[in-house]
């Protein structure tokens, strides 16, 4: 583990781009081969690749957005926006997943939609309400464990977490 903090810490954007791009396509791998019920791919092999790329440009994206939803919900705090109990400990975890789940979630996940549609040659955003609903079902309480861990390993977590999902929703989707 202290390989990865060490390797994390030298090179924080590129492991967030590289543990999502790894996770999250592996997620939306094993969540079509769920639906399936076969071993499967969610598109073509060189839609997967680009997909992998989105994956990448998102963690990136989510690092960025960790760093400031951080600073964000501190200011809150530290102005008595919030109450001091959500500066430290499990309080703190919990406001700031709230917050990054209810101010940031939703743009990420836009954003996420328009790169796959580009990817896919889509057009719509047929689905995004179940999707923003796992915002309050999945992402806060996911994140709240997350934000309770060292900042070296939230971002990883965060791409497990991506990966899980996919398994959740690609069971799911075969009932």
Known sequence: ?????????????????????????LGEAVAASLRNRRPSLPCTFPQLLAKAIAWAVLGLVIKAGFVGMKGFTRALVDH????????????????????????FG????????????LILRRRGFDGMAPALWTLLWFWIP??????????????????????????????????
């Open 80 to 103: 008595h926006v919030l109450p001091a109990f959500l500066g430290a400990g499990f309080g703190w975890a919990l406001a700031l997943s709230t917050l990054t789940n209810v101010f």
């Open 142 to 175: 996911a994140h709240t464990l997350t934000f309770s861990l060292p900042a070296d390993y939230q971002v990883g977590l965060a791409a497990l977490w991506s990966l899980a999902l996919g398994i959740i929703l690609g069971l799911r989707a075969r009932n």
């Open 106 to 117: 939703p743009q990420m996940m836009l954003f996420h939609r328009v790169e796959d549609n």
């Open 1 to 25: 583990m202290d390989s990865y903090r060490l390797w994390v810490q030298a090179h924080p954007f590129l492991s967030a781009a590289l543990q999502f791009a790894i996770l999250g396509t």
